[in-house]
């Protein structure tokens, strides 16, 4: 199966337990894992030595990306648009992932709240927690 993953989700691969640790590895070797331009993005923001820029480099070479198209951002902006209208604030980060996982019909490894709140204004969103892919 392909998934795009969360920043979370090689958060955890970085600094886990070791159950988490393995529980990700088994489920990365399993499936087709992607990751778009701003999990990317926050993973090197989050970086705080050179080695861990490398480390984030490294790790994020094995796997492929999945973005936005330039004419898909204004389905982002909608989907804002949406989930404000049904009461939530979302991080623009993640409705950015939600979006590449709606149009690109991907399902979303996510193990945060934002995406479950998501899902209720666009049930078509896919999501899957560490827990539910073991």
Request: glycine residues 6%; neutral net charge.
């Amino acid at each position: 199966m392909i998934l795009l993953a969360d920043s979370n989700v090689f958060i955890k691969l970085w600094r886990g337990t070791k159950e988490e640790k393995d529980a990700i590895k088994s489920i990365m070797i399993r499936n087709e894992v992607l990751a778009c331009g701003v999990v990317r993005a926050e993973l090197f923001q989050g970086a705080q030595s050179e080695k861990s820029q490398r480390d984030v480099a490294e790790t994020l070479s094995l796997y492929g990306t999945r973005n936005l198209k330039d004419s898909e951002w204004d389905k982002l902006g909608h989907q804002l648009r949406k989930y404000r209208a049904s009461g939530f604030t979302v991080p623009f980060t993640d409705a950015t992932i939600a979006a590449i996982g709606i149009i690109n019909d991907i399902p979303i490894w996510a193990n945060d709240k934002h995406f479950e709140m998501m899902k209720s204004v666009f049930p078509q969103l896919k999501v899957y927690r560490t827990e539910d892919l073991i």
